[in-house]
T-cell receptor
């Protein structure tokens, strides 16, 4: 089955700095690459996603880059703010397995004021 | 547009009992998936329903079951509860079963087994 690894598991950055989280996957059939943000007491919230025919996608301070050859994709957050503090999950999905998301173990991001 | 609604938010049960959790998807969404989240195992896929049919099932024992109704609302049931079933149970909905369709999660039902 799909093996998904996220790095780092914890990340602490100063407010205003950038944060990068990397996700490595094993299933070469994966075609859809979302990132989720989970705050305390809440469910995962989809913050950005990318399809396999696109190398990069940006939405304001958040961007995702994809390297299908190396089988990894990364979440980039610029100008970090205290409200960015949360646990972030990658969850690549392939055509096989339809709606089944395979989640990474999560990255706890802390923004220090 | 209302998001995914899960009820109840919290539940306390004892070993051996059974429990039913409910999920109302986003209006117009027809696919519903369930996930279990624990500190040790992370987020794991339980099953997926579309048009009242189970399309995929994760690696969980038969004590875990679910169903979907004609209005796309879904329920999951866990019978003969064990201590290890304590977890946050999350429901996600998507428009349909297309591989590129994003899934949107509810805030979950936190189940505690005493």
């Amino acid at each position: 089955g799909e093996n998904v690894e996220q790095h780092p598991s914890t990340l602490s950055v100063q407010e205003g700095d950038s944060a990068v989280i990397k996700c490595t996957y094993s299933d070469s059939a994966s075609n859809y690459f979302p990132w989720y943000k989970q705050e305390l007491g809440k469910g995962p919230q989809l913050i950005i996603d990318i399809r396999s025919n696109v190398g990069e996608k940006k939405d304001q301070r958040i961007a995702v880059t994809l390297n299908k050859t190396a089988k990894h994709f990364s979440l980039h957050i610029t100008e970090t703010q205290p409200e960015d503090s949360a646990v972030y999950f990658c969850a690549p999905k392939g055509v096989q397995g339809a709606q089944k998301l395979v989640f990474g173990q999560g990255t706890r991001l802390t923004i220090n004021p | 547009k209302a998001g995914v609604t899960q009820t109840p938010r919290y539940l306390i049960k004892t070993r051996g009992q059974q429990v039913t959790l409910s999920c109302s998807p986003i209006s117009g969404h027809r696919s519903v998936s369930w996930y279990q989240q624990t500190p040790g195992q992370g987020l794991q896929f339980l099953f997926e329903y579309f048009s009242e049919t189970q399309r995929n099932k994760g690696n969980f024992p038969g004590r875990f079951s679910g169903r979907q109704f004609s209005n796309s609302r879904s329920e999951m049931n866990v019978s003969t509860l064990e201590l290890g079933d304590s977890a946050l149970y999350l429901c996600a909905s998507s428009l349909d079963t297309g591989w590129e369709q994003p899934q949107h999660f509810g805030d979950g039902t936190r189940l505690s087994i005493l």
